[in-house]
């Protein structure tokens, strides 16, 4: 069965350091991965996809960038954080249109400080 | 801009009576919609999902609705239990990878 992990579950981390937030998928091949933040009492707000390895593509600019070294695997990054970046990040993949949407990870909770 | 709403922010509902929630959406191109529940801390959880070509769908406890001309989608739950209470989210998607989120509508349940 396929299964997404996702880590840390919650990170503090002081204002301008970097950022690195993984996520993994298993019993799939060549998902789309996709990376929400998602802020307090708020909806999902698409930060990056990926169709393939190498392949982003950003939805909004930010402090953020993302990078998928393998086919499995999804990586969101910040050189210098900020406090607007604190937010619940969810990972999440899919295997096409029709197939129940998407799955997502249990979400990472980031406060900056 | 394309963009999926909700018409009640909040929905306290007594346990055992049926829930009802509302999703608007502005994109007629829209094929497939997908209702997801959120618990707190939590992703959020596949429910039920519809596309365009059908009017309703039924799953466990849970009925989705759609109707295209008036771009509205519900999601009903029959006998709502204390563990139904979360965040629901309706999505929408219209030929593409990616799936637009709405804004969500936080489910009460009280004794």
């Known amino acids: 069965s396929q299964t997404i992990h996702q880590w840390p579950a919650t990170l503090v981390q002081p204002v301008g350091s970097p950022l690195s937030l993984e996520c993994t998928v298993e019993?799939?091949?060549?998902?789309?991965l996709y990376w929400y933040r998602q802020a307090a009492g708020r909806g999902l707000q698409l930060l990056f996809y990926?169709?393939?390895?190498?392949?982003i593509s950003s939805e909004v600019p930010q402090n953020l960038s993302a990078s998928r070294p393998q086919d499995r695997q999804f990586i969101l990054s910040s050189k210098k954080l900020l406090l607007s970046d604190s937010g619940f990040y969810l990972c999440?993949?899919?295997?096409?249109?029709?197939?129940?949407?998407?799955?997502f990870g249990s979400g990472t909770r980031l406060t900056v400080v | 801009g394309e963009s999926v709403g909700l018409h009640l922010p909040t929905l306290s509902v007594q346990e055992g009576d049926n829930s009802i929630i509302n999703c608007a959406y502005s994109n007629s191109a829209s094929d497939y919609f997908i209702w997801y529940k959120q618990e707190s801390g939590k992703g959020p959880q596949f429910i039920i999902d519809i596309r365009s070509n059908m009017d309703k769908r039924q799953g466990q406890r849970v009925t989705v609705l759609l109707n295209k001309t008036v771009k509205h989608l519900s999601l009903q739950i029959a006998a709502t239990q204390p563990g139904d209470s979360a965040v629901y989210f309706c999505?929408?998607?219209?030929?593409?990878?990616?799936?637009?989120f709405g804004t969500g509508t936080r489910l009460q349940v009280f004794p």
């Open positions: 999505a929408e998607n219209n030929a593409t990878d990616k799936l637009i």
């Open positions: 999440a993949w899919s295997v096409g249109r029709w197939n129940y949407g998407y799955t």
């Open positions: 990926s169709v393939g390895i190498g392949q």
């Open positions: 019993g799939t091949s060549n998902p789309n």
